[in-house]
């Protein structure tokens, strides 16, 4: 019998489509209702998810609260080579969208700007 390596994060994630930009600008492909690759060919079903370059992949599972929880194999750090520790780039980028994303809905002018640092500034105007 196999031990599942599979690991789930609670997100405060609630905008799929900020997600998918995210995903899009780390040339990350979401997939619908699909599994996700983990160790020894383990799987695990997920809303959505993010098929990864490497050998595993992220499943976003919609949580009863209405947000989305990211579950993947974190073994020998295949997952965060692509998108960072604790999926740190992947939410940095989430956030980012997501601002982006209400501010203009609001009718606010947005300009970003990348820091070497891996910083992100936005700067938002009314």
């Not at 194999?73 to 969208?97: I, R, T």
């Not at 947005?110 to 009314?126: D, F, M, W, Y």
Request: hydrophobic share 35%; proline share 4%.
């Amino acid at each position: 019998m196999l031990m599942s390596h599979f690991t789930t994060i609670k997100t405060q994630i609630k905008d799929i489509e900020a997600l998918k930009s995210a995903c899009a600008e780390l040339n990350l492909p979401v997939l619908e209702k699909a599994q996700a690759r983990g160790y020894y060919e383990n799987k695990t079903r997920g809303d959505f998810v993010i098929k990864l370059k490497g050998p595993y992949d992220i499943a976003v599972q919609k949580q009863p609260d209405g947000t989305f929880g990211l579950t993947a194999d974190l073994w020998n750090g295949h997952v965060e080579q692509e998108v960072g520790p604790n999926y740190g780039k992947l939410l940095q980028l989430y956030a980012v969208h997501k601002a982006m994303k209400e501010a203009r809905k609001k009718g606010h002018l947005v300009s970003r700007h990348n820091k070497p640092t891996g910083e992100i500034k936005l700067v938002i105007q009314a």
